[in-house]
Every structure is written in C-alpha cells, then in structure tokens.
C-alpha cells in the first residue's frame, strides 16, 4: 500500500488538507499527518485537525510521497521548518515524489526541490516569491519529474486524484473520479 506524509503548520489551508487526504484514503494511500507545533493544528480559518504524529517522529523511509497544503501562514511555516527542509531534501534526492498546492510550492523551492528546468504551479503571485521552475497556470496539476504541483483549494481534489494516479495506477484514478463525479480534474 502507498503511503503519503501530510505535515500540517499552523494556519494551514484545510480545503487543500482535508481534501487531499480524504482522496487519497478513498484511493488506497495510507496518509500519515504530522503536526509542527501542537497535535491540534488550527488552519487558515479556523478549523482545528488532530495530527496523527510529531514531524520530529517521522521517518522518509517509511512513505512513498511528500504533499505539503497551502494556505498562510502555514506555507510560511512549512517553509521555514528546518525539519520540513531536511525531509523535502531527503525525499527528493532519494527519487520519492514530493507534491505542494496553493503557496506551498514557495517551501518545495526554499528546499531546492524545484530545479531551473522544472514546471510548476501555485497559488496566483506566489509564483514571483519561487526563484527555480518555470511557473504555468495552463493546468490544474502539474508534474515535472518527481514533483506535483497544483493551484489552490478549487484544485485540491484533481490534486489528490493526481497522486492517487501517480502512486495507484489509472484504473483506481478513472474509478475514484467517476465516483467523485469529478469530471472537471
């Protein structure tokens, strides 16, 4: 079974959080959140997610992926948290796909994962704080080698879809969207 690290920071964007894990577990993934701060972590507006471990606990080897919500402060936080940084790097120089949403991407970037040659995107203007990649909005999802961007919270479930693909296979994207009536993904 496929397994995903979710870390949530304070201020966190819980469309994107909530959505995400909620396809992936439809999909199979097995989705382990990880809290910064406090096990209750209170999003961007103001709903509160119990984290199922400390980031400090989490060990790379034990997940397939890394997909990091937007939403502010929380990009800000998961950008600045050196523990966050080292598990990006790890995951990306050992190959495992790392994926962002909304203003996350600024974090992919801060840790090096985003290479000059990469695509991606993110949340309308924070494209211009991202200094590697190529920013697009010509897509909902975009995948540039090992790495999974998207756009924001009305993007979140063709996000979740995409890892489902990436890590599942096709038969159980094209089943969990049909099932989601997502045909706009």
């Known amino acids: 079974?496929?397994?995903?690290?979710?870390?949530?920071?304070?201020?966190?964007?819980?469309?994107?959080?909530?959505?995400?894990i909620?396809?992936?577990r439809r999909g199979?993934?097995?989705?382990?959140?990880?809290?910064?701060?406090n096990r209750e972590v209170n999003g961007a507006n103001g709903i509160t997610i119990v984290a199922n471990m400390?980031?400090?606990?989490?060990?790379?080897?034990?997940y397939d992926m890394m997909v990091l919500p937007g939403g502010m402060p929380g990009a800000q936080h998961l950008k600045e948290d050196e523990?966050?940084?080292?598990?990006?790097?790890?995951?990306?120089?050992?190959?495992k796909r790392v994926g962002a949403i909304c203003a996350a991407p600024i974090a992919l970037d801060a840790a090096g994962v985003l290479g000059d040659d990469d695509q991606f995107t993110c949340y309308?203007?924070?494209?211009?704080?991202?200094?590697?990649?190529?920013f697009t909005d010509a897509?909902?999802?975009?995948?540039?080698?090992?790495?999974?961007?998207?756009?924001?919270?009305?993007?979140?479930?063709?996000?979740?879809?995409?890892?489902?693909?990436?890590?599942?296979?096709?038969?159980?994207?094209?089943q969990l969207k049909a099932g989601l009536l997502a045909d706009y993904c």
């Not at 079974?1 to 995400?20: K, N, R, T």
């Not at 966050?84 to 190959?95: E, H, I, N, S, Y």
């Open 1 to 20: 079974m496929a397994s995903v690290l979710v870390p949530l920071a304070e201020g966190f964007e819980e469309i994107e959080a909530v959505s995400i």
């Open 22 to 24: 909620d396809v992936l």
């Open 28 to 37: 199979g993934v097995e989705v382990t959140t990880a809290y910064l701060f």
């Open 54 to 62: 400390s980031i400090d606990d989490v060990v790379a080897e034990e």
């Open 83 to 95: 523990r966050v940084q080292t598990l990006l790097k790890t995951f990306d120089a050992k190959g």
């Open 124 to 134: 309308p203007s924070y494209d211009e704080q991202i200094a590697h990649g190529h």
């Open 139 to 174: 897509q909902k999802v975009v995948k540039s080698g090992n790495v999974l961007t998207s756009r924001g919270p009305g993007t979140a479930i063709c996000f979740g879809l995409a890892i489902v693909r990436e890590l599942v296979g096709e038969e159980t994207y094209a």
